[in-house]
């Protein structure tokens, strides 16, 4: 066995210790019981806190604070795309805030396939298509957020409406508008969210 043969053999075992590490990770955290935070905003109890907002706050109250800065109106593609790049083909991490807003949790929107279609879909990358699936994930309807890939087209998402199918699917309406090679375009499309919290396009 040469010098060669031992460095490839070595550099898979690496590779598959670090997958497996990052699998027990996540397995450890979706076993977390959840925290006391706002869910998203497409499900119905949403609004569970200002009904309650006369209540007393208590010190283990968590604040719901939507990941990759969808709550600020954008989308953070560099953390995103380090999430993406370090969990291939699993659950996305996030911040979901306490106190000091360090506490980690998993959360929904991966997405399945491609979740804009037309033209505007094809000129999005991977990273891209996910930060579509964090706005349906965490953005309240009439939220436009936007982003741009540095020297690249620039994007805007506004979910417009949520609705449940007679199966009780969350689904939600949407539009993308772009701005590619100086010209803006815009598309309307519907997704729906899949028991494991990732964002399937319908429409």
């Known amino acids: 066995m040469n010098l060669q043969n031992v460095a490839v053999r070595w550099s898979e075992q690496v590779r598959k210790a670090f997958a497996v590490v990052m699998i027990a990770l ?3 955290l979706w076993s977390v019981p959840p925290v006391q935070a706002d869910p998203p905003p497409w499900a119905p109890a949403h609004g569970h806190r200002a009904k309650n907002k006369h209540k007393k706050k ?3 109250d968590v604040v719901y604070v ?3 800065d969808i709550d600020l109106g954008r989308c953070n593609r ?3 795309g380090s999430v993406l790049g370090g ?3 699993g659950a996305i991490g996030s911040t979901i805030g306490s106190g000091d807003g360090r506490t980690v949790a998993i959360v929904g929107g991966t997405i399945i396939g491609v979740i804009v279609g037309g033209s505007i879909g094809r000129a999005m990358d991977q990273v891209d298509q996910n930060c579509v699936g964090q706005i349906l994930e965490h953005a309240p309807d009439g939220r436009t957020v936007a982003w741009n890939e540095q020297g690249g087209p620039a994007y805007q998402v506004t979910p417009v409406k949520t609705f449940q199918t007679q199966s009780g699917t969350y689904c939600r309406d949407y539009t ?3 701005v590619i090679a100086g010209e803006r375009q815009q598309l309307y499309g519907t997704a729906c969210r899949q028991p494991d919290g990732s964002w399937q396009l319908v429409n």
Do not use: K, Q
Request: charged fraction near 10%.
């Open 66 to 68: 939507a990941p990759f």
């Open 26 to 28: 996540c397995a450890m």
């Open 87 to 89: 969990v291939a083909g």
């Open 176 to 178: 993308t508008s772009a």
């Open 78 to 80: 560099e953390l995103l």
């Open 58 to 60: 208590h010190d283990h």
